[in-house]
């Protein structure tokens, strides 16, 4: 059983967008304050279990602290497109660097399987949009991507919650 979820995604985005930019990011960027973003990040992620999370079958996963965000692929949530071709920035280096700027800026939909990481913004203590979702390429057509970790803008996806039965049949894993 699989839904889609991405209005779920696009609430929990403004939550925390707007819990940031008006409670936080002031203070936190007047101050360099690091423990302010990490008192953000419970919030983040209690807002996550709130939002997402909420009645979704057993196998739903949470969403990594912000220090952590990285790490973790949520193979549950499949990032998909209703659009044939999906624009993405892809990390030159696997594991990701910092770098988003592999030569491929685009797959066709149908040939790749993209799993949630995190939301992503470029500035970590000031104004934030969570413009993105940080993703893990796990199936490719191109196998140079497969493992890769890639920027895809919100505005592009759709975000399916598949269940571990689904998951594991589909073959897909960490990628790392």
């Known amino acids: 059983m699989h839904m889609d979820i991405t209005n779920r995604f696009l609430k929990f985005r403004e939550a925390v967008r707007h819990l940031w930019n ?10 360099q304050d690091w423990d302010l973003r990490d008192a953000f990040s419970v ?13 979704l079958p057993e196998g739903a996963l949470p969403i990594a602290h912000l220090w952590d965000a990285d790490t973790t692929v949520l193979d549950c949530y499949q990032v998909s497109s ?20 592999h030569p491929i800026s685009s797959v066709l939909t ?17 104004f934030r949009d969570f413009r993105y979702l940080r993703v893990r390429i796990c199936r490719a057509d191109n196998a140079d991507l497969i493992g890769r ?11 399916i919650f ?11 894993s960490n990628g790392g």
């Open 82 to 101: 209703g659009s044939r071709e999906l624009p993405l920035m892809i990390a030159r280096d696997s594991p990701a660097s910092g770098y988003w700027d």
């Open 162 to 172: 598949r269940t571990k039965e689904e998951t594991q049949q589909a073959g897909t």
């Open 110 to 126: 149908s040939t790749v399987d993209l799993r949630m990481i995190s939301l992503f913004d470029w500035d970590t203590l000031g």
């Open 43 to 55: 919030a983040y992620v209690a807002l996550f279990e709130a939002i997402v999370m909420y009645r």
């Open 22 to 31: 008006v409670y936080f990011y002031v203070d936190a960027q007047r101050d």
């Open 149 to 159: 970790d890639a920027l895809i803008d919100f505005a592009h996806c759709d975000i």
